[in-house]
């Protein structure tokens, strides 16, 4: 694991976190407070937040290590990213959601709510990766005046 690779896979995992809270702490908020009575009250949830980070902290280096062994263009590419982030929540998220959804007696509206956010994270999250480059040697560009 190089400077590179932990750089990127911190500030993916950042970004995952501040989303996920974006997402399921203040979008969704108002579903999740209507359904109170399936999930743990926020003391227990509370007293769980290592976990949390834990699992951010894995969406962070796993999207890392997989596009940049995917992916070994030195370039910006937008298009790419996007594609990789939506290729990614259509592997993790969605299925998730959709077995959730199965399982536990949340509405349909929610879960296609849990589902159009999170793909957007995700999305949004490939294209962090594609502006950062996890495969780029130099953290600055080379000087062409010298």
Avoid at 25 to 31: H, K, P, S
Avoid at 85 to 95: D, K, Q, T, W
Wanted: glycine share 6%; net charge positive.
């Amino acid at each position: 694991m190089d400077k590179r690779f932990l750089v990127c896979g911190i500030v993916v995992a950042m970004a995952a976190l501040l989303l996920g809270f974006l997402v399921h702490g203040l979008l969704l908020r108002a579903d999740y407070l209507a359904h109170a009575s399936l999930y743990r009250s926020q003391p227990e949830a509370n007293a769980r937040f290592g976990w949390i980070l834990v699992a951010y902290l894995s969406i962070g280096f796993a999207m890392t290590w997989l596009y940049r062994r995917l992916h070994d263009s030195d370039e910006v590419q937008a298009a790419t990213g996007l594609r990789f982030g939506v290729a990614v929540g259509l592997v993790s998220f969605v299925p998730w959601h959709l077995l959730a959804y199965v399982g536990q007696p949340l509405p349909l509206s929610l879960m296609l709510k849990q589902v159009a956010f999170d793909l957007a994270a995700m999305a949004l999250l490939g294209l962090l990766l594609a502006w950062l480059r996890p495969r780029r040697v130099a953290l600055t560009e080379p000087d062409e005046s010298r």
